[in-house]
């Protein structure tokens, strides 16, 4: 170890994580390329074409931002959660624990690691869109960006869940009975502003609306909130998710006796 | 001899409230086989847990090569290995690569050449490419041992580590530790059977509630604490102890055909020729004598039976 920080001690975990996605990489990838296509057959060309353009553009368009951004809400936080949550249940813990590797250390290993396959599993499916739609991106920097930023919060956000689980039951309930039901109605399929009041106003205290709008509008330069709003909601998840990873890194809860 | 592990004072209470160490002080040699001995709940894994920083003390302090667990946590934890007491493994992983990331962990470089001649010495190199899943109890618990000396550690911890071996693979672990022992690596193991220790440590140390009851070197422990028992074969039985032996530490074993008395081997008068004397006076016959040296074992039931306090005798011993 030199320099006092242990990059090859975050390379074993980064690698052993990503080893790990390797041995389901056809499930991991081939599960959003079918989901994303079947919305795209059901919501895009069979409802879609029934649909009239949404600030300009054409509904099948319209949803593929939201459909990136719904895979990679699940993804991140099921794979961050995973990572960290499986050496709790097993008890391989103790090593991760008696390594000379220090909290930040460990959190960029997993999250790091996590993230780069939301990363991957949201180009495939940016990729699979094109053969369904016209996809153009106004910001395509920006995009990126964006996705990075969402990919690092949700694995963040996933890790913590992971490190609070304590049955496979927990790990699965915030992911499908929180996450899925903030994507679904934070606009992924449609814009706040179709919404009757009261529901536009009710939905502004969804922030996945921020952060869908957020996206939305790397592709199409306009979203249903500012994007300056939309940054800072996602800097805010960020910050909050790390201050919660410091207090539980301080105080050991559920790693450390 | 330095010391490369260094503990003072060192409490831990549990946030259930549990009591697990009460300030314990204990100084490791360098080079040397440490054995921690005590019974189930006694604190011997959350002594060794908090040196390689698996739990966090509630007070004192913890040196490894001079260097403090806490402040200087890279350097104390690079220089130990952990093999616990549990089979943890990662199931889906081959042996080569579990034991490669563990190197990787710890912040050594790759080196082939190290993993092979490791994997050698503890019989695994031909099942470097199984994966851990496949493999027996006995397997895993090699595989666990290569993981834990996978980054070259000078101290070794080993956490009861022929718990539910068998026979055979406990002699293969005892001679592969002692194998360890004269590379240089100085090891700690904790157990609850005596033989382990007797057969294997240079110092013993024994735990019990919390408290570091003794430590003593094993050969210095046997021959203080070792009381020796004289077993007299009767020719004929005897219902009751004679009122000639009446002033003596005698008993009657085998339905009285034998007569047992303990004595202190290392007292200038062991009593033994008076007690043949007075056997000759009271005429009782006999046709052979044996005599036993208490095991590691009676010592440990006798400390650990003898309360929470350590008798002052044996706590000269502690700390040294």
């Known amino acids: 170890m030199s320099g006092g920080i242990n990059w090859r001690g975050i390379a074993a975990i980064y690698f052993f994580e990503i080893h790990r996605f390797g041995r389901t990489i056809w499930t991991s990838l081939m599960t959003p390329v079918i989901t994303t296509s079947l919305y795209f057959i059901v919501f895009g060309s069979a409802i879609g074409s029934r649909m009239t353009e949404i600030d300009g553009i054409a509904y099948a368009s319209f949803i593929v931002p939201g459909l990136i951004m719904l895979s990679m809400f699940q993804e991140s936080i099921f794979n961050a959660s995973f990572g960290i949550y499986m050496p709790k249940w ?57 996705m990075m930023l969402i990919a690092v919060s949700f694995c963040l956000f996933g890790f913590i869940l992971g490190v609070w689980a304590q049955n496979f039951e927990q790990l699965q309930v915030v992911p499908l009975l929180v996450i899925m039901p903030m994507t679904f109605l934070g606009g992924a399929f449609y814009s706040i502003h ?44 960020l910050l909050i998710c790390i201050a919660v990873i410091h207090w539980v890194f301080k105080t050991g809860y559920r790693l450390k006796k | 001899m330095n010391s490369i592990i260094s503990v003072s004072g060192l409490g831990k209470a549990y946030a259930s409230g549990h009591v697990a160490l009460h300030s314990v002080d204990l100084d490791i040699r360098e080079g040397e086989i440490f054995a921690l001995l005590g019974p189930n709940g006694a604190g011997k894994t959350t002594l060794i847990s908090i040196i390689c920083g698996i739990v966090s003390p509630t007070s004192g302090h913890v040196l490894v090569n001079g260097h403090d667990i806490i402040r200087n946590y890279r350097q104390t934890r690079t220089a130990i290995g952990l093999v616990p007491q549990e089979l943890h493994t990662d199931a889906f992983e081959t042996v080569i690569s579990t034991v490669r990331f563990s190197r990787g962990l710890f912040g050594k470089a790759r080196n082939d050449a ?140 085998d339905d009285g055909r034998d007569l047992d008395y303990r004595f202190d081997a290392r007292a200038e008068d ?48 502690t700390g040294a």
């Open chain 2, 270 to 317: 062991s009593g033994v020729p008076a007690l043949i004397g007075a056997l000759g006076e009271a005429g009782i016959g006999y046709h052979d004598l044996s005599t036993r040296q208490s095991s590691l074992e009676d010592i440990f039931v006798g400390l650990v039976h003898s309360g929470d306090a350590a008798p002052e005798a044996l706590a000269e011993g």
């Open chain 2, 114 to 253: 190290y993993i092979e001649k490791l994997l050698r010495d503890l019989s695994l190199w031909d099942k470097r490419d199984a994966k851990i899943m496949e493999l027996s109890g006995g397997m895993k618990r090699r595989v666990m041992i290569a993981k834990a000396l996978s980054h070259e550690p000078r101290v070794l911890f080993l956490d009861e580590p022929t718990a539910g071996v068998d026979v055979e693979l406990r002699k293969d672990m005892w001679n592969m530790v002692r194998h360890l022992r004269d590379t240089g690596v100085t090891i700690i193991l904790t157990t609850h059977y005596i033989e382990e220790a007797e057969e294997m440590a240079d110092r013993v140390g024994v735990i019990n509630k919390g408290r570091l009851v003794l430590v003593e070197e094993k050969d210095v422990l046997m021959r203080k604490l070792g009381t020796k028992t004289l077993t007299v074969h009767l020719n004929s039985p005897l219902a009751t102890i004679p009122d000639a032996l009446a002033g003596w530490d005698v008993s009657l074993g």
């Open chain 1, 90 to 146: 097993t008890g391989t813990i103790y090593e991760l624990l008696s390594a000379p590797l220090s909290a930040i250390e460990t959190v960029i290993a997993y999250v790091g690691a996590a993230a780069s396959k939301s990363m991957m599993i949201g180009l495939v499916i940016f990729a699979t869109a094109h053969l369904f739609v016209d996809v153009h991106v106004a910001h395509p920097l920006l995009m990126l960006g964006f």
């Open chain 1, 194 to 237: 179709m919404l009757p009041e009261p529901w536009r106003t009710i939905t502004l205290f969804n922030p996945v609306i921020y952060l869908i709008s957020g996206f939305r509008w790397t592709f199409f330069g306009k979203g249903d909130v500012a994007i300056g709003i939309s940054i800072s909601v996602v800097a805010a998840m």
